[in-house]
């Protein structure tokens, strides 16, 4: 009889339970995930809006008579393309892409495009994947963007190491949308890990910069290669209940246009299942989204096979909850590891905010306003030099902090860089995939090269494997 009398007290609790849940779930936004991160720079976030023009051009036909520029142009000059290939060209192996020569800022780019509807090919390189069936450099990565970037360095490794040697000072930067960010942060990793087969180029070169980026490496490798690879997320500052009103409010025909998320570095769905699904996107995400909230983030951390958005997050909001209309657009910027934009913040518009065409433009906007900032407070330039240095330590600081945050929560695979080491090369696998690098044959190509270097023992430790392995194509 006891026990009977307990049922509507326990059935009471959860309800609440229940009830405190959805309410905390619903009110939550996304402007909470960089709520406490540091403001960027102008001089660091400079990059980002050329770099978007760069992968905007890489659409038009013809640069010399250019028919979708954005306003102002692309700003480069088509002479300086080193190289350019289309669909035909790369067949399906890897999205089209460029090769520019900044002269003006002493640049290299190799700029990608994102996602083409109309292509079979880029959605065979989304499908090929499963969670946990490539392991590189001691953790996971998406198989199809990993392919994709070994053949853009097999094909354009020469012309890449040539013009690296006649610019000694010139950087190398991998920039790319969608579907080309995550083969542009596979590209990075992989030129670092084997800077040998570009002439040893330094990794103080190489840098990547992924636009709307998708969640393409496990969280251990996102914090590793924070100090090169650089993901730019835009808005997401929505909360789910103002989501769910005017996604209604849009199926009703209503102008809902006032609440904007970029869905892709935020829901942990792999790619291959977003595109399969792509005809009922809303109702994949929100259930993700509902599923996903009930996951402790502890387990989520436990998963090696979890896949995350790459390296150093920039985080452009121009939106504040429970507010309409648009504000000036603040860039905040962090290596994080816990919280990394692990809730799903769905809306009417969660595909908008996607588009490579709004990021140039608010990214733009953002940096104009930071520029007027700096030119208000007439900051002269040893002081604007010595904020640079400043900054560029805090980088290092905080890089160095979240891998060892990474080792406090017991992410696998996790490593604590040595007190003595270099923020360049701290790594001994680094070390070893040099090492076995140098060995290997000049004639070999980038993807056997992959499956060669990278081999895991039963210990988690880097060894060469000796026998003969199947090409990962």
Request: glycine fraction near 6%; proline fraction near 5%.
């Amino acid at each position: 009889m006891s026990i009977i009398c307990g049922v509507p007290l326990l059935e009471s609790v959860c309800c609440l339970g229940c009830v405190g849940w959805a309410w905390k779930r619903f009110l939550h936004t996304g402007i909470r995930d960089s709520e406490a991160w540091a403001l960027a720079s102008a001089d660091e976030f400079e990059p980002v809006p050329r770099l978007c023009r760069l992968i905007l051009a890489v659409y038009e036909d013809d640069l010399e008579h250019p028919l979708g520029a954005p306003p102002g142009g692309y700003g480069i000059n088509p002479s300086c393309v080193r190289l350019r290939k289309t669909y035909r060209d790369t067949q399906g192996r890897a999205p089209p892409h460029l090769i520019y020569v900044d002269h003006e800022n002493a640049d290299i780019v190799v700029a990608i495009r994102g996602l083409n509807l109309g292509k079979e090919s880029d959605y065979a390189l989304l499908l090929d994947n499963r969670l946990g069936k490539k392991k590189i450099d001691g953790g996971y990565v998406h198989n199809g963007l990993l392919k994709a970037a070994a053949w853009i360095l097999d094909e354009e490794g020469e012309i890449l190491k040539e013009l690296l040697d006649k610019h000694p000072e010139y950087s190398l930067t991998f920039a790319g949308h969608s579907l080309g960010s995550g083969v542009a942060a596979m590209l990075a990793m992989l030129v670092v890990q084997n800077s040998e087969r570009l002439g040893n180029v330094g990794r103080r070169r190489v840098r990547c910069y992924a636009m709307a980026p998708a969640r393409c490496m496990s969280l251990n490798l996102a914090i590793k290669y924070a100090h090169i690879i650089n993901s730019i997320v835009l808005q997401a500052s929505s909360c789910l209940l103002l989501g769910l009103i005017f996604l209604i409010l849009g199926f009703c025909g209503r102008d809902c246009s006032v609440m904007e998320d970029d869905f892709l570095p935020r829901t942990a769905t792999p790619l291959e299942d977003i595109f399969k699904s792509v005809f009922c996107l809303p109702c994949l995400l929100c259930l993700r989204c509902m599923r996903d909230t009930c996951i402790p983030e502890e387990k989520m951390f436990r998963d090696p096979r979890r896949l995350y958005a790459p390296g150093r997050i920039y985080h452009i909001v121009e939106r504040k909850p429970f507010r309409f209309g648009k504000f000036p657009p603040v860039v905040r910027t962090a290596v994080p590891v816990d919280g990394r934009f692990e809730h799903l913040v769905p809306s009417c518009n969660a595909t908008s905010d996607h588009a490579i065409v709004w990021i140039e433009k608010e990214a733009r906007k953002a940096l104009d306003l930071m520029l007027e900032k700096e030119r208000t407070l007439e900051i002269p330039a040893k002081q604007r030099m010595e904020r640079q240095e400043t900054i560029a330590r805090e980088h290092k600081e905080e890089y160095r902090a979240a891998l060892h945050r990474a080792v406090t929560l017991s992410i696998p695979h996790a490593f604590s860089p040595s007190a003595y080491g270099t923020f360049e090369g701290s790594t001994a696998e680094a070390g070893e995939g040099s090492t076995a690098s140098r060995e290997s044959s000049k004639k070999e190509s980038w993807g056997e090269l992959i499956e060669r270097l990278f081999e895991k023992d039963e210990s988690g430790q880097m060894v060469l494997r000796k026998s003969a392995v199947c090409d990962i194509s």
